[in-house]
């Protein structure tokens, strides 16, 4: 496992792998998380442009990928409930993979909190799979935040060591 920054030629293989999450995502009753193409080109371009946009490589090929930094998430600005502390923190957004490789979310997910001490993330209420990740990392549920842009709300999850 290879984990590295995106770069401009993987944007095809990264659609692909988001279609498939999203297929994944519907088959455990998940239709609604990302919906018409999301992310988009666009979105990934912002990511990778940022800096932001990883991949998970393994013998050379692109399985997964995610969005990762260390920073301030502006919809993690309100809350409603509480996060477990105001220290600086990671962000997680996006994790998906093509399934070929079992636990490569898992795998993901470990780079980032490896990385941080401190990590925030969210996730539908019908992202059944990716809470119980969250919650087999140690992961707190600590309340719901509205997306920026969308308004469309998320159960927002800390990790803090």
């Known amino acids: 496992m290879a984990i590295r920054k995106a770069v ?3 944007l095809d293989t990264l659609l692909e792998i988001y279609a498939i999450a999203r297929d994944f995502m519907v ?3 998940n239709a609604h998380q990302w919906q018409e193409g999301y992310p988009s080109r666009k979105i990934l371009i ?5 800096g932001h946009l990883f991949v998970d490589e393994i013998d050379g090929e692109i399985e997964g990928c995610f969005v990762f930094f260390i920073g301030e998430d502006p919809s993690y600005l309100q809350i409603d409930g509480a996060w477990l502390n105001q220290e600086p923190y990671g962000v ?6 093509r399934r070929r490789i079992p ?8 780079y980032c909190i490896d990385q ?6 969210d996730t539908h209420h019908d992202n059944i799979p990716m809470q119980k990740m969250l919650k087999k990392f140690g992961f707190v549920h600590v309340g719901t935040i509205e997306l920026i842009g969308n308004h469309e709300k998320r159960l927002a999850f800390q990790l803090a060591k």
């Open 8 to 10: 401009l030629s993987d």
């Open 27 to 29: 088959s455990y009753g």
């Open 46 to 50: 912002r990511d990778l442009q940022a």
């Open 92 to 97: 997680v957004h996006r994790i998906a993979s």
């Open 103 to 110: 636990h490569i979310g898992e795998k993901m997910l470990q």
């Open 116 to 121: 941080v001490d401190n990590m925030r993330i």
